[in-house]
Every structure is written in structure tokens, then in C-alpha cells.
């Protein structure tokens, strides 16, 4: 069993949460800078030979979907998990207002995440955990799952990372 698909059974209920997306609908948004240089996740996954990665804070998938596409052309087994509530943060709503789009009462980007995870072919090894990282990381440590990295970058204020 690969740790992805452990990462589906334990957390997904065996049940696979690209299968079935409507990415036609959510297709084509991408905010971030997808040539910014990322050198550091290249030098963690060959130094930790990683079997699960952590993110905490996903937005729309960029930094996610750039380790997996790492990870894939490495040929290893490894996972990531993407921990977020992806509800509009603090940030967006003061600075960035116009990335925020509201669909049945809470913003895209779960959907717009899945989508970009989907069209870049990273759904085998990126796997979505819609939870705020406190009661993530208790879920994390209940089920017994060892991280061997973690990237921090959920909310961008001070007090926020620390408790990340």
C-alpha cells in the first residue's frame, strides 16, 4: 500500500477526494508565482528520503503541487498532507479582497485547490485535510502518522506560526 492511499484510508474513509471532482467547474485560477524558486523542498526530500510531507496552510495548492511534481520525478513513495481550513485568512481579507469568491456561503479555494491538484497530475500524492492545524496535528498524532517535514505556512501572523 502506498502512503498515499494509507493517508485515504485513514483519513478519507477509503474514499478518494478527486474522484468525482468537478474540476471543470474550478480550473484555471492560480495565484501565486508558479516560477518562484523553491530550492529548499528539493534539498528536504533528498536529505529525509520522505515518506509523508506536511503542509500546513495550502491556499490553491502551488507549493504542494511543486513537492509533488519533486517527489514524482524522484519515483518515491510519499505523500503530502495539506492541512487547511481554506476559509478566507486574516490577509485576504484585508490585502487581497479580490481573490476571495464566495460559494454557498464560504470562499473557492478548497475548490480551486482541488482543481489545480487535479490539472497538474499530483492527485496521487497530494492528499487534502480540511481542518484547522491544532486539531489536524491531534488527529495526526492519534492515528499515529510521523511527518519526516513539515512546512509551515498557513496564516502569515506572528502569534498564528508559532502555534502552527
Not at 35 to 50: H, L, N, P, S, V
Not at 71 to 97: E, Q
Amino acid at each position: 500500500m502506498t502512503h498515499f492511499q494509507l493517508l485515504i484510508d485513514k483519513l478519507h474513509q477509503g474514499k478518494n477526494p478527486y474522484e468525482g471532482f468537478p474540476v471543470e467547474e474550478w480550473r484555471g485560477v492560480w495565484y501565486g508565482d508558479p516560477g518562484a524558486q523553491r530550492e529548499i523542498f528539493d534539498k528536504c526530500i533528498e536529505k529525509t528520503y520522505a515518506s509523508l510531507i506536511i503542509e500546513v496552510g495550502s491556499f490553491v495548492g502551488e507549493s504542494a503541487i511543486h513537492t509533488a511534481k519533486l517527489i514524482k520525478a524522484k519515483r518515491r513513495d510519499c505523500a503530502i498532507l495539506c492541512v487547511d481550513t481554506w476559509y478566507a485568512g486574516y490577509d485576504h481579507w484585508l490585502g487581497a479582497r479580490e481573490k476571495i469568491n464566495m460559494h454557498f456561503g464560504r470562499p473557492d479555494f478548497f475548490y480551486k485547490f482541488m482543481a489545480n491538484v487535479i490539472d497538474h497530475g499530483c492527485q496521487d500524492v497530494i492528499v487534502p485535510f480540511a481542518m484547522d492545524s491544532i486539531g489536524a496535528a491531534r488527529v495526526i498524532k492519534w492515528l499515529g502518522l510521523v511527518p519526516q517535514f513539515i512546512y509551515i505556512d498557513g496564516s502569515h501572523e506572528q502569534g498564528d506560526v508559532l502555534r502552527d
